[in-house]
């Protein structure tokens, strides 16, 4: 199993950014998926998550701004992530949950005013 994040940047204030997770050894669609966040001095949180039936939540701080999906046939799943703030500048982490958990290195999103 392997997961492999990516589309971090560096984005002003108020843009827009797309991350991917792409998954090998096993299927998307089979597992819950998950997207963490690390910001420098905090503790890992859960910014949002997809069941394998396709249910979504998100954190609070994010409803409304950022979608997570996944795409079966790529295997793929994203976080597309709109009107950033100052407070999304993070490491981004994908999940994947199946009983064992299997965590993807992350990818670093910074927001510049």
């Given amino acids: 199993v392997q997961l492999?994040?990516?589309?971090?940047?560096?984005?002003q204030a108020g843009g827009s950014l797309r991350l991917s997770c792409a998954a090998s050894g096993f299927a998307v669609?089979?597992?819950a998926m998950y997207w963490?966040?690390?910001?420098?001095?905090?503790?890992?949180?859960?910014?949002?998550?997809?069941?394998s039936g396709g249910s979504?939540?998100?954190a609070d701080s994010v409803k409304g701004?950022?979608?997570?999906?996944?795409?079966?046939?790529?295997?793929?799943?994203?976080?597309q992530m709109d009107t950033?703030?100052?407070?999304?500048?993070?490491?981004?982490?994908?999940?994947?949950?199946?009983?064992t958990a299997y965590w993807g290195k992350g990818t670093q999103v910074t927001v510049s005013s």
Avoid: H, M, W
Avoid at 4 to 11: I, R
């Fill in 4 to 11: 492999q994040a990516s589309g971090g940047g560096l984005v």
């Fill in 29 to 31: 669609s089979s597992y």
């Fill in 36 to 51: 963490y966040r690390q910001a420098p001095g905090k503790q890992r949180e859960l910014v949002a998550s997809i069941s």
């Fill in 56 to 58: 979504t939540n998100y």
């Fill in 65 to 79: 701004r950022f979608a997570i999906s996944r795409d079966n046939a790529k295997n793929t799943v994203y976080l």
């Fill in 84 to 99: 950033l703030k100052l407070e999304d500048t993070a490491v981004y982490y994908c999940k994947a949950q199946y009983g």
